[in-house]
C-alpha cells in the first residue's frame, strides 16, 4: 500500500528555518502534481504551495517570498523550505500528490510545525 511519509516538523522561533520533506512509498502512478497543505487549531485546511510536474509553482499569498516547495520526481519526493517563520504559520502541515489518469489523491499523515514568538 502506497503512502506518503512526511519528516522535518518541530519547533522553531520565529525568524528561523524548517524544511518538511514528504516520500512517497512503493509505487506509485505518474504524479501531476505535489502540494502542502495546512491546519491550525480551530481552522479549516489550507493551500501552502504546490509545484506541477513540469515544475510550476503556485503559492498562497502568505507564505510568498518566504516559503519553497520543490520536488524531486524520480524519487517522488517534495520539499517544503520554510523561511522567517511567524508564529501564525504553527499548524500540521500534509502533503499531498495528484496523479495523472487516476481519480484520487494522497495525503501524508501531518507533521506539527510550530513556531514560537
Known amino acids: 500500500q502506497v503512502q506518503l511519509v512526511e519528516s522535518g516538523g518541530g519547533l522553531v522561533q520565529a525568524g528561523g528555518s524548517l524544511k518538511l520533506s514528504c516520500a512517497a512509498s512503493g509505487s506509485i502512478a505518474p504524479i501531476n502534481y505535489m502540494g502542502w497543505y495546512r491546519q491550525a487549531p480551530g481552522k479549516q485546511r489550507e493551500l501552502v504551495a504546490t509545484i506541477s510536474s513540469g515544475g510550476t509553482t503556485n503559492y498562497a499569498d502568505s507564505v510568498k517570498g518566504r516559503f519553497t516547495i520543490s520536488g524531486d520526481n524520480a524519487k517522488n519526493t517534495v520539499y517544503l523550505q520554510m523561511s522567517s517563520l511567524k508564529p501564525e504559520d504553527t499548524a500540521v502541515y500534509y502533503c499531498?500528490?495528484?496523479?495523472?489518469?487516476?481519480?484520487?489523491?494522497?495525503w501524508g499523515q501531518g507533521t506539527q510545525v510550530t513556531v514560537s514568538s
Open positions: 499531498n500528490f495528484g496523479f495523472r489518469l487516476a481519480p484520487y489523491t494522497l
